[in-house]
Structure formats: structure tokens, C-alpha cells
């Protein structure tokens, strides 16, 4: 029987020491986070491109590439597998007629975030974890709230003030311990250490605290492949914050390669951030691998407010080695972005996702992109989880039961 995961080890991002995945990890002693490895020989004999397209259309049908040893364990909602759909009006207007947007707004919870958090739980509740702590911006705490009510596990979950409203009844409706914080989402960490430290079974979630939450979101870069023929487009935008997204895809197109199921160039990798918050940005643009916390973080993407992320290396990393950019977009431009898509395409999207779109006509005015590139932006997330973007304005009211 082929083997349901090929998972070996785990290694330390910065100093590639080997370390045990059978047992609750955090980071590394180096303080990094922990990459999980594969057999990637194994993998490749167990399974092939053409057997994993008659699989259910899940993240699940990599699972040989994912870190659950039994499928038993398996927590689902059905997530993966969303749409790459072309953006023929928006594309023609920016100048990018190949442009395809993977719509991440229709997964469970309504945002990427359930991909990390189905492998996390998944994973944490094999191993034998009581209950999941983590801080978030919002959907991620959501997404891990429900996922951990799914597993029967117990979640504890801390935000900053301004957090998404719809997010926050996420995690209640759900069961979880829901905390918030007057400050920003490394307030939030601050707190769930402490609680953590204090309770017996807990398993701090925290962005790259934990290696699995990053083995669900490497998923988007497989399915994007797949989509297009297991072939890789030209340029791939993604909103930054805490950086697992980037980090991920990077991760699973280093693996296709690997495994020989994609060959070529790599695509070109962009980190699009606000400019009220871009330390990825500021840092990509003094060529540096390390990023420094900008002094008064603040945008309307709040998913991306992140002002030090424990990642930043591995996302700078992922940046410089695929010869791509890093992009910041005013609160303005994405807002702009996020209406003229709706109007363009029929679909709503969040903002960070519309930090994206923003960023691509950026790059296609300085030349950066070329008309003739296939350019992939990601959408995080739906609109919907983020009504206050949109104004309505008063509805004209039929008069006499006539419109006017």
C-alpha cells in the first residue's frame, strides 16, 4: 500500500539541523522555524500527476507531500482546490491579458487560512495535542477555531481590538476562548506564551511557531501548477504579512521540482505589502534578508499588519532566489483596486488580496511586467469578511412602486 505521507523530519530553516516530526515541536534551539521534509524519492515512486487527478479535488490529494501519517487523523472541510480564473476586463485594462486570479475567498472560513489550519489541527490532534493557542489579525484564528472544534480540540484565541468584527464571531460561534488586545498582534503572541506556559496540552500555533500550519498554505503552489498543466506561470503576487503563503509556494515549487513534476523557470515570486505596513519592502529595497519593524504599523489590509515577522528571511529568500520584487501599495490603491475588480469581474474581494491586483498594475506601468507575462495575483480571502470597505450609499427608493 502506498504510503500516505512521506514525511522524514523537520529542519531548522536557518542552520538545517535535522529534528524529530513525531513529536510536538516548536522552533528550532536557533530560535528559527522548522521546514518539514519528505522522502521526495518515495514520493515520487508511490504516486504520479495523472493518479492525483482522479482524487477528490482537496488539498488532501497531495497527501504523500503532506505531514498526516494516517488518514484517520485527517480534519476536513472540504477546503482546496479553489478556482485560477482568468480576469479577462481587468487584465486588458492594467495591460495584462494573461492575468488569473486563485480565489481563496470560497474556501471554508472564507479565507486561505483553512488550508494551514486543516494540515495544523490535523497534525496537532495525531500527535496527541489537548487544544491549539495562537494570536492572529483575524482569519486565522477563525479558521483554527473552527478546524479545532472539528477535531474536538480545544482553541484558544487572542486578536488585537481592531480585528475583523465577522472574524471575532467566527472563533465565539465556534467554542473557542477568545481574547482580545488593545495594541498589535505581537501584543496578542505576548499573551497566548504566557497562557501556554501555564496550561498543560496546550500547542502554541503561532505563524511559523509550529512546521504544519505552512505544509496546508504550500497546497495553493501545487494546485496552481496543477491548474495550468503542472506548469509554472510567469510571476506569482502575494499579499505579505507573516509570510507563510510566500514562504509556502516557494516551498512546494522547490518540491515539484524536485519530484520532476515541474520543470522550467521558476516563477518569479512578489511580496505585496501596504505602505503603512512594509518592513519586507523597505528591507527587499536595501537589499537586506532581515527585516526592522516599522514605527507606526497601520493599514485597512489588516491581515498583512505585521510589522516582524519571524519568517522575513525565508520570505526575502524566496524572493531574491526566483528574481522577483517586493511591492508596496497605498490603503488608497488597494481600496481603488478591490472596487474596480468587482466592477470588472463580478467578485469581491478582501483586501489584501486587492493589495495584489493594485500591485500588478504597479508593476506593469514601471515596465516590471510585461504584457505578454502570466501573471497569478492570490486572493486571501472574500470581501465579505470585510464588509466596512464598501460604503453603500443610500438606495434610491421606487416611487409609487415605479423606478424612476
Given at each position: 500500500?502506498?504510503?500516505?505521507?512521506?514525511?522524514?523530519?523537520l529542519?531548522?530553516?536557518?542552520?538545517?539541523?535535522?529534528?524529530?516530526?513525531d513529536?510536538?515541536?516548536?522552533?528550532?534551539?536557533?530560535?528559527?522555524?522548522?521546514?518539514?521534509?519528505?522522502?521526495?524519492?518515495?514520493?515520487?515512486?508511490?504516486?504520479?500527476?495523472?493518479?492525483?487527478?482522479?482524487?477528490?479535488?482537496?488539498?488532501w490529494?497531495?497527501?504523500?507531500?503532506?505531514?498526516?501519517?494516517?488518514?484517520?487523523?485527517v480534519?476536513?472541510?472540504?477546503?482546496?482546490?479553489?478556482?485560477?480564473?482568468?480576469?479577462?476586463?481587468?487584465?486588458?485594462?492594467?495591460?495584462?491579458?494573461?492575468?488569473?486570479m486563485k480565489?481563496?475567498?470560497?474556501?471554508?472560513?472564507?479565507?486561505?487560512?483553512?488550508?494551514?489550519?486543516?494540515?495544523?489541527?490535523?497534525?496537532?490532534?495525531?500527535?496527541?495535542?489537548?487544544?491549539?493557542?495562537?494570536?492572529?489579525?483575524?482569519?486565522?484564528?477563525?479558521?483554527?477555531?473552527?478546524?479545532?472544534?472539528?477535531?474536538?480540540?480545544?482553541a484558544?484565541?487572542?486578536?488585537p481590538?481592531?480585528?475583523p468584527?465577522?472574524?471575532?464571531?467566527?472563533?465565539?460561534?465556534?467554542?473557542?476562548?477568545?481574547?482580545?488586545?488593545?495594541?498589535?498582534?505581537?501584543?496578542?503572541?505576548?499573551?497566548?506564551?504566557d497562557?501556554?506556559?501555564?496550561?498543560?496540552?496546550?500547542?502554541?500555533?503561532?505563524?511559523l511557531?509550529?512546521?504544519?500550519?505552512l505544509?496546508?498554505?504550500?497546497?495553493?503552489?501545487?494546485e496552481?501548477?496543477?491548474?495550468?498543466?503542472?506548469?509554472?506561470?510567469?510571476?506569482?503576487l502575494?499579499?505579505?504579512?507573516?509570510?507563510?503563503?510566500?514562504?509556502?509556494?516557494?516551498k512546494?515549487?522547490?518540491?515539484?521540482?524536485?519530484?520532476?513534476?515541474?520543470?522550467?523557470?521558476?516563477?518569479?515570486?512578489?511580496?505585496?505589502?501596504?505602505?503603512?505596513?512594509?518592513?519586507?519592502?523597505?528591507?527587499?529595497?536595501?537589499?537586506?534578508?532581515?527585516?526592522?519593524?516599522?514605527?507606526?504599523?497601520?493599514?485597512?489590509?489588516?491581515?498583512i499588519?505585521?510589522?516582524?515577522?519571524l519568517?522575513?528571511f525565508?520570505?526575502?529568500?524566496?524572493?531574491?532566489?526566483?528574481?522577483?520584487?517586493?511591492?508596496?501599495?497605498?490603503?488608497?490603491?488597494?481600496?481603488?483596486?478591490?472596487h474596480?475588480?468587482?466592477r470588472d469581474?463580478?467578485?469581491?474581494?478582501?483586501?489584501?488580496?486587492?493589495?495584489?491586483?493594485?500591485?500588478?498594475?504597479?508593476?506593469r506601468?514601471?515596465?516590471?511586467?510585461d504584457?505578454?507575462?502570466?501573471?497569478?495575483?492570490?486572493?486571501?480571502?472574500?470581501?465579505?469578511?470585510y464588509?466596512?470597505?464598501?460604503?453603500?450609499e443610500?438606495?434610491?427608493?421606487?416611487?409609487?412602486?415605479?423606478?424612476?
Amino acid at each position: 500500500m502506498p504510503d500516505h505521507s512521506t514525511l522524514s523530519h523537520l529542519e531548522c530553516s536557518r542552520e538545517g539541523t535535522r529534528h524529530d516530526a513525531d513529536v510536538v515541536q516548536g522552533t528550532s534551539p536557533a530560535g528559527a522555524p522548522l521546514l518539514a521534509r519528505y522522502d521526495l524519492d518515495r514520493a515520487r515512486s508511490s504516486v504520479t500527476p495523472a493518479e492525483i487527478a482522479g482524487r477528490p479535488p482537496d488539498l488532501w490529494r497531495y497527501h504523500e507531500l503532506l505531514p498526516v501519517r494516517d488518514p484517520a487523523q485527517v480534519v476536513t472541510m472540504g477546503e482546496g482546490m479553489t478556482p485560477l480564473l482568468p480576469l479577462p476586463r481587468a487584465g486588458a485594462r492594467l495591460g495584462l491579458p494573461r492575468l488569473l486570479m486563485k480565489d481563496e475567498g470560497l474556501i471554508p472560513t472564507g479565507a486561505f487560512k483553512a488550508r494551514g489550519a486543516a494540515v495544523g489541527v490535523s497534525r496537532a490532534a495525531e500527535l496527541g495535542v489537548r487544544a491549539v493557542a495562537m494570536p492572529t489579525n483575524g482569519n486565522a484564528g477563525a479558521a483554527w477555531a473552527c478546524y479545532a472544534a472539528r477535531a474536538g480540540l480545544g482553541a484558544l484565541i487572542a486578536m488585537p481590538v481592531d480585528a475583523p468584527e465577522i472574524t471575532r464571531r467566527e472563533v465565539v460561534v465556534s467554542g473557542a476562548e477568545l481574547y482580545l488586545v488593545d495594541g498589535l498582534i505581537g501584543d496578542a503572541g505576548r499573551l497566548v506564551a504566557d497562557a501556554v506556559a501555564r496550561r498543560s496540552g496546550y500547542q502554541d500555533t503561532s505563524t511559523l511557531r509550529e512546521p504544519y500550519r505552512l505544509e496546508g498554505k504550500k497546497t495553493m503552489g501545487y494546485e496552481i501548477a496543477e491548474q495550468l498543466g503542472w506548469r509554472a506561470p510567469d510571476v506569482i503576487l502575494y499579499p505579505t504579512g507573516g509570510g507563510v503563503g510566500i514562504i509556502a509556494i516557494h516551498k512546494a515549487l522547490q518540491e515539484m521540482r524536485e519530484l520532476g513534476w515541474l520543470t522550467g523557470p521558476m516563477p518569479r515570486l512578489v511580496a505585496v505589502q501596504a505602505a503603512g505596513c512594509a518592513p519586507i519592502v523597505d528591507a527587499f529595497d536595501a537589499g537586506l534578508r532581515t527585516s526592522e519593524a516599522p514605527a507606526d504599523p497601520h493599514t485597512v489590509a489588516f491581515g498583512i499588519t505585521v510589522p516582524k515577522a519571524l519568517g522575513d528571511f525565508l520570505v526575502l529568500d524566496a524572493v531574491y532566489a526566483t528574481g522577483g520584487t517586493a511591492v508596496a501599495v497605498t490603503d488608497d490603491e488597494l481600496l481603488a483596486a478591490q472596487h474596480a475588480l468587482a466592477r470588472d469581474e463580478g467578485t469581491w474581494i478582501c483586501p489584501e488580496g486587492a493589495a495584489c491586483v493594485a500591485a500588478a498594475g504597479r508593476l506593469r506601468e514601471s515596465g516590471w511586467l510585461d504584457g505578454g507575462d502570466e501573471v497569478v495575483v492570490l486572493n486571501t480571502g472574500s470581501g465579505l469578511l470585510y464588509p466596512d470597505t464598501v460604503v453603500a450609499e443610500p438606495p434610491v427608493l421606487a416611487k409609487d412602486g415605479i423606478i424612476p
